[in-house]
């Protein structure tokens, strides 16, 4: 099995910075993509980014210019660099990892955007 720690969430004033960390270990093949997901109460879980092992990635329309991935095969490890936070970017943040069409989810992170 794969297990996901997560790590980073928190409270942020809005315009403000977080970075979320998703640490992979396990049974983890060389090639997998790992991904970002969010879900706000009342609404259905959606994509923020997510990244190959090649290092493509894919990022939401909504976070474009504010959110970046990133990855480090060495550590299996995927971060989430988030800027300008705004106050519907908070939610319940999980880190996803998949392997051909079986996914892995962490735990999830709450993060609040509150002035």
């Known amino acids: 099995q794969v297990q996901l720690v997560e790590s980073g969430g928190g409270l942020v004033q809005p315009g403000g910075s977080l970075t979320l960390s998703c640490a992979a270990s396990g049974r983890i093949s060389r090639n997998y993509r790992m991904g970002w997901y969010r879900q706000a109460p009342g609404k259905q879980r959606e994509l923020v980014a997510e990244?190959?092992?090649?290092?493509?990635?894919n990022i939401a329309d909504s976070v474009k210019g504010r959110f970046t991935i990133s990855r480090d095969n060495t550590k299996n490890t995927a971060y989430l660099q988030m800027n300008s936070l705004k106050f519907e970017d908070t939610a319940v943040y999980y880190c996803?990892?998949?392997?051909?069409?079986?996914?892995?989810w962490g735990q999830g992170t709450q993060v609040t955007v509150s002035s």
């Open positions: 996803n990892l998949k392997i051909l069409f079986q996914a892995y």
């Open positions: 990244i190959t092992s090649g290092g493509n990635t």
